[in-house]
Nanobody
Framework: QVHLVESGGGLVQAGESLRLSCVAS????????MGWYRQAPGKQRELVAT???????NYKDSVKGRFTISRDNAKNTVYLQMNSLKPEDTAVYIC??????????????WGQGTQVTVSS
C-alpha cells in the first residue's frame, strides 16, 4: 500500500504565495509521475501540474508562469510553489502519484487533499 500526505495549504490574500508538499510512503519501488490536481466546490477535478521522474513537467494554462512543480525523488516528495495567487485558485489541492510497487505493478494513488483559499 502507498500513502500520500499533503501539507502547506492555507488562507492567503490575492497576490501572495503558498508552497504545497506531498510525501509518498509505503511499498514503493519507484514513482513515474507525481502531480497536483484541484477541485473547487461544484466543479470537476482538474489537473494543475505534473512532473515525471525524468524531469518533464506539464501545467494547466492558467497557472503557467505563476506555479512551479518540482520533485525530490530521493524523498518521494513533490512540491508546488504557487505565486501570485488569485481567488480563482481557491480549491482543494490533491496530490497524485503513479507508483511502481515492489511487486512491479504500476498503480495511481491519491492524497486526501489540502485546502487553499485565496481572498480578494
Amino acid at each position: 500500500q502507498v500513502h500520500l500526505v499533503e501539507s502547506g495549504g492555507g488562507l492567503v490574500q490575492a497576490g501572495e504565495s503558498l508552497r504545497l508538499s506531498c510525501v509518498a510512503s509505503g511499498s514503493i519501488f519507484s514513482i513515474n509521475t507525481m502531480g497536483w490536481y484541484r477541485q473547487a466546490p461544484g466543479k470537476q477535478r482538474e489537473l494543475v501540474a505534473t512532473a515525471t521522474d525524468g524531469g518533464s513537467t506539464n501545467y494547466k494554462d492558467s497557472v503557467k508562469g505563476r506555479f512551479t512543480i518540482s520533485r525530490d525523488n530521493a524523498k518521494n516528495t513533490v512540491y508546488l510553489q504557487m505565486n501570485s495567487l488569485k481567488p480563482e485558485d481557491t480549491a482543494v489541492y490533491i496530490c497524485n502519484a503513479v507508483v511502481l510497487s515492489v511487486n512491479m505493478v504500476y498503480s495511481p494513488y491519491w492524497g486526501q487533499g489540502t485546502q487553499v483559499t485565496v481572498s480578494s
